[in-house]
């Protein structure tokens, strides 16, 4: 296939902090169904990196967060699904509002986990390819 008629997407995940845990969602009707991750999603045309994991937490959980911060950024390539997507990790903390599950085709599990407590089907290859870019954030 052309590359030119292929398109990269841009997406945001956003760690929550909150009591030393930060959220964790189990994806479920796309790719990397079953397996976990943060919440998230794609950047908007116009939106800031700041605005879209703001927007993104509160469509997925109805949470509102503060002092977002970048993470990392990962080249993240699914050949079995023919995507490629350049994912922006961001940092926050929880502001206001419990965790619900407000797109449950999207989502069938959430929890507060700690990064030992991490589950072993995690959404690859992008917490690998995290990993690899910030080994220090995992300790």
């Excluded at 189990?26 to 800031?48: D, V």
């Excluded at 911060?69 to 994912?87: G, Q």
């Excluded at 619900?100 to 407590?117: N, V």
């Amino acid at each position: 296939m052309n590359s030119m008629q292929q398109k990269i997407g841009v997406g945001v995940a956003v760690f929550i902090w909150r009591d030393g845990k930060f959220l964790l969602m189990q994806r479920t009707g796309s790719h990397g169904h079953e397996t976990w991750s943060i919440p998230g999603g794609h950047l908007e045309f116009g939106e800031s990196w700041v605005e879209a994991g703001t927007r993104e937490v509160l469509e997925e959980t109805g949470m509102e967060i503060k002092n977002v911060s970048f993470l990392a950024t990962t080249n993240d390539l699914f050949p079995d699904h023919n995507k490629h997507y350049v994912t922006i990790w961001l940092t926050a903390d929880w502001a206001a509002n419990e965790p619900a599950i407000l797109e449950p085709q999207k989502c069938k599990d959430i929890k507060w986990i700690t990064l030992k407590e991490l589950p072993k089907n995690l959404f690859q290859p992008c917490w690998e390819n995290l990993h690899d870019v910030v080994p220090e954030f995992f300790g």
